[in-house]
């Protein structure tokens, strides 16, 4: 019986990232959303909100169990400290829940499991558990653009949020497999896909 290939995907913001991903769902992979599994742990109640008004108190919440999440943001990102007390707190739960979707995949006989994973090069936790890394890359100037027309950010805000990732040097150093999207269509994309993992259908 073959077995699941865990594949970790990752990629600076506005590379394209989360489309390689929606078209490795397409081909039949178990895609694993580690930014979609945070948004769950800091929704209204979520399991992280406590721990997150202890560690930073009340200003960042609009009412109790509900987050202000820009205040928190703006507030990691003008502070290193904070930003790991809020990953120490965070990493753990999303981990735990990404292992039992894993396992979920798994036990279903996903071919391949995706596991889109923003900080994949930053956090040592990743890499030992995945057999592949795949990076989704494109240049700087294409991630401001991008990120700009999407989120209506300037570029300095978009610089910001890239300066708080590794860097693209670092992220290709870490990739087995690597897709350049600075202008892909979705059947370029497809094709690349199909040529890295045939045992993928589309």
């Not at 800091?42 to 009340?58: E, H, K, R, S, Y």
Request: with cysteine; charged share 20%; hydrophobic share 45%.
């Amino acid at each position: 019986m073959q077995t699941t290939l865990r594949l970790g995907v990752t990629g600076g913001i506005g590379s394209g990232k989360s489309t390689v991903c929606r078209q490795l769902s397409g081909m039949g992979a178990s895609v694993i959303d580690a930014d979609a599994i945070s948004r769950a742990c800091t929704a209204v109640n979520g399991p992280a909100l406590p721990a997150i008004a202890q560690a930073f108190g009340d200003a960042v919440f609009q009412a109790p169990g509900v987050l202000d999440r820009d205040r928190l943001r703006d507030m990691v990102f003008d502070d290193p400290k904070a930003r790991e007390r809020l990953q120490a707190l965070l990493h753990p739960m999303i981990a735990a829940e990404i292992e039992r979707q894993a396992e979920q995949a798994i036990a279903c006989s996903a071919p391949c499991i995706a596991f889109d994973i923003p900080l994949l090069v930053e956090s040592a936790r990743w890499r030992p558990i995945l057999h592949r890394v795949l990076v989704v890359d494109c240049s700087p100037a294409t991630q401001i653009h991008r990120v700009g027309q999407r989120s209506g950010l300037d570029a300095l805000s978009v610089q910001k949020i890239m300066s708080n990732q590794s860097s693209r040097a670092a992220r290709l150093q870490c990739a087995d497999f690597v897709i350049f999207n600075e202008s892909l269509s979705i059947d370029e994309i497809d094709a690349q896909l199909s040529a890295m993992f045939p045992f993928l259908e589309i």
